[in-house]
């Protein structure tokens, strides 16, 4: 226990030579020996101190890419992101190009928020990723970003799926939700057409539908409720054997009645 204490003082003495150093290469040098004992924030401190002054010599593509990796690994990913960017765009054909390409948008990926909250940064994720993989088709983390992107799509997919939701919950309070409800979710289906919440955006579809059918003035009734009939067989063709069939199939029965053959 008293050993550790003393390396830790003696690795803590050389970190502050280190930080007071004017040679970059020797704070490179540490920096790298920080990394590798998993000392990151000490790695990224000396490396943001020396990645400008070792721009044109043989240790810039690793001093940038290595500052992008110490914050990635410490879990800072928005600067990570940020770090790994500028490799990049600075070193488009680098060492690191690869690498640097897939962690800007993993870093994105692992950043991205609860679907509820604003979804920039998951927007950010899937273009970063999206551009890896135009890049790099045939790198080996081709599959961990096709997840990471099919993923976020749902995520992104889902958090429509709950404002289409919320217009719906909201009928006719100061409007008529229930348009906005169907523009929501046709949107999302359009934009997201694989996603695992595509069956429960098509039901909100022909749920909303009916709704606005069962408000309308009489003489709507019958033209909002084939709407609601050819929704229907939309819905039945796509998930014959949904778990919401039985509700369906309810809409149908009461449609039918306003609708003349």
Do not use: H, W
């Not at 000490?42 to 940038?64: C, I, R, W």
């Not at 033209?223 to 796509?238: A, K, T």
Request: hydrophobic letters at 35%; glycine letters at 4%; charged letters at 30%.
């Amino acid at each position: 226990m008293v050993f550790a204490g003393i390396l830790m003082l003696a690795s803590c003495g050389e970190y502050q030579r280190a930080l007071k150093s004017p040679d970059p290469n020797y704070k490179f040098e540490f920096a790298k020996r920080a990394f590798e004992q998993k000392r990151y924030v000490q790695a990224y401190t000396l490396l943001k101190d020396v990645v400008t002054q070792l721009k044109g010599s043989d240790k810039a593509e690793e001093s940038m890419y290595l500052l992008g990796l110490s914050y990635y690994e410490n879990k800072e990913y928005p600067d990570a992101a940020a770090y790994f960017k500028a490799y990049y765009q600075r070193y488009p054909k680098g060492k690191f190009a690869e690498l640097a390409r897939y962690y800007a948008g993993y870093a994105y990926y692992l950043d991205s928020p609860e679907p509820q909250l604003d979804q920039s940064g998951t927007i950010k994720a899937i273009e970063e990723l999206q551009g890896f993989l135009d890049y790099f088709p045939r790198s080996d983390k081709v599959t961990l970003a096709q997840n990471a992107i099919f993923e976020m799509q749902d995520k992104l997919t889902l958090k429509e799926l709950q404002n289409a939701q919320l217009y719906y919950n909201l009928g006719t309070y100061l409007g008529n939700n229930y348009e906005s409800a169907i523009i929501t979710a046709k949107n999302a289906i359009k934009e997201y057409p694989y996603s695992k919440y595509k069956e429960e955006l098509e039901m909100l579809v022909l749920k909303a539908r009916f709704q606005e059918a069962d408000l309308s003035v009489d003489e709507r009734k019958a033209e909002r409720f084939r709407d609601v009939i050819d929704e229907y067989y939309s819905f039945i063709n796509n998930y014959p054997d949904s778990p919401k069939r039985q509700e369906a199939d309810n809409i149908l029965k009461i449609a039918r009645r306003y609708v003349k053959d």
